[in-house]
């Protein structure tokens, strides 16, 4: 160590202090070279670290354990800006560095610039903004469809009804495997108060696209919403974009979550699509929010959060529908769950939810005016509903019922009017969470509408009487199978076809959920 400390204030000597005669051979002539090369380097340190305050460098900041890095210089939408996690020069002019000539491993630090310092988040702060990955997730799901008709009216001459749902356009004389959905959803939380919500859905058929014949799996928008919240512990906010209107249990759960293949015609005929554009206002009390995590933590069918209290304003012409007269609807909903273990051993753990909707609306249908469709009159569109869920822990029932008023067409009349209506369904299951082939859940529904249809040209009168028999089997967590028998009794949703078909289906539907 001493050869090579020698050695190097040697070349350092000939550098520094170029007029020291190279012919100095003695020991003493070495001896005194080294005093004054050591007298020079102490006192150029001291000047510099007197005259910069002598500060030393800092260490490097360790970030916290479990705190994910971002990239530089990103401004999420929440308008905070994000501390960098990247390699950064360190501040602009040079930074002294300890020196020791006794200390070899103080001479690289002197000689190398310094490693670029890692900025470390406020250690004050309990989370930083993150970035739009980080924010926002991507999930969805698809619904593989068969329907197979066992005995019954597929086919019809004209002017008589044949056996055919508004909710499902694979029910025909025709049809194999048909898509029912295909959904993606981006969503997440852009601010600690604002969350957004997008999904398309890419199994929409479009009529007309070679003369009278449609197409299948055009993209359409569904939902296109953003959340804010009104308090930091997210019981109150404010909705507004194109979402579900509060009218309708089943018409608030989501077709994910939903048992039955299809929502029943009387109260999804309220809001077909069930989605408008408006905004909506939502409260939800801890205490009820408390149940509905514990319900969805069993692996409960839930209606989603649409608060235990809702109401809002929208266009009111239902789903990507233009809006045509000046007139907004107005919904609200109430919804409260009852957890019943007060009632015995019997019931411990089971949740009876009950509640109501309503709405008001002027509905402008299309009509049919010779050979032409247009935009008739504006109807007047209003009703009240009831609803009553006993959670399946094992047996459950579910219930419906609404009344009220709408466009529907009159043959007699020729024309559309504003007519009564009612009907909703009534729903029985049981759920087994442990068998051979996972979980399952085996139902029966009978449902009935007798109204009028109006997002159909001339709104037409649906007269529906329904028996539905299926189980639901899920073998593994992202694999849904649905199989159903339906007795059907329809009327179609065609003024230009009369009387009631009748039939019987057997019914499949695969889900992938992602």
């Known amino acids: 160590m001493k050869q090579r400390l020698l050695t190097a204030l040697l070349l350092s000597g000939a550098l520094v202090l170029p ?35 002598g500060r030393r460098a800092a260490p490097v900041a360790v970030r916290p354990a479990g705190v994910r890095t971002t990239d530089a210089g990103t401004v999420p939408a929440a308008g905070r800006p994000i501390e960098s996690a990247v390699a950064q020069p360190a501040a602009s002019g040079p930074v002294p560095h300890r020196f020791a000539l006794d200390e070899p491993d103080t001479w690289y630090d002197a000689l190398v610039p310094p490693a670029p310092q890692l900025l470390a988040d406020d250690p004050g702060r309990v989370a930083r903004p993150k970035t739009w990955f980080e924010r926002l997730s991507l999930r969805g799901y698809t619904q593989l469809r068969g329907n197979e008709f066992l005995s019954g009216d597929d086919t019809a001459p004209a002017g008589r009804a044949r056996l055919r749902s508004v909710h499902d356009s694979g029910i025909t004389d025709r049809n194999n495997f048909t898509f029912r959905r295909v959904r993606l959803v981006l969503q997440g939380d852009i601010h600690e108060r604002v969350f957004i919500y997008l999904q398309p859905d890419f199994a929409v058929n479009v009529s007309n696209q070679a003369g009278s014949e449609g197409r299948q799996h055009y993209t359409q928008l569904r939902d296109a919403f953003a959340d804010v919240f009104l308090d930091d512990e997210r019981r109150t906010r404010l909705r507004f974009g194109q979402q579900k209107v509060p009218y309708g249990w089943e018409n608030l759960q989501s077709s994910q979550n939903r048992l039955t293949l299809d929502r029943s015609d009387a109260i999804n005929s309220a809001v077909p699509g069930e989605r408008d554009i408006g905004i909506s206002f939502y409260y939800t009390p801890w205490h009820v929010q408390r149940i509905w995590d514990r319900l969805a933590k069993g692996g409960q069918k839930l209606f989603g959060n649409y608060g235990a209290f809702g109401v809002g304003i929208y266009n009111g012409q ?89 466009p529907e067409y009159d043959p007699v009349a020729r024309t559309i009017l504003t007519k009564p209506l009612q009907g909703g369904y009534v729903q029985a299951m049981m759920r087994v969470d442990h068998s051979p082939v996972g979980p399952f859940m085996p139902y029966i529904r009978w449902q009935t509408y007798d109204g009028g249809w109006k997002v159909a040209t001339n709104a037409p009168r649906l007269d529906t009487d329904e028996l539905e028999l299926g189980v639901e089997f899920q073998p593994i967590k992202s694999v849904e199978l649905t199989l159903a028998y339906a007795s059907m009794k329809r009327r179609e949703a065609n003024i230009g076809r009369f009387g009631r078909a009748e039939g019987d289906l057997f019914r499949g539907q695969l889900q992938i959920n992602y």
């Open 318 to 406: 239902t789903i990507n529908r233009i809006e045509v007269n000046n007139d907004l609807m107005t919904a609200m909903m109430v919804t409260w769950p009852f957890e019943l273990d007060g009632l015995g051993e019997a019931f411990r753990g089971q949740v009876l939810e009950v509640g109501g909707s309503a709405y008001r609306n002027r509905f402008r249908p299309e009509a049919t005016f010779g050979a032409s469709t247009a935009l008739g009159n504006t109807y007047d569109d209003e009703r009240v509903g009831l609803h009553a869920i006993l959670y399946p822990q094992p047996f459950g029932l579910q219930a419906e019922w609404n009344w009220g008023r709408g």
């Open 19 to 53: 007029s020291v005669r190279a012919q100095a051979q003695t020991v003493a002539e070495l001896q005194r070279q080294i005093n004054e090369l050591k007298a020079m380097i102490k006192a150029q340190a001291q000047a510099q670290a007197e005259g910069r305050g």
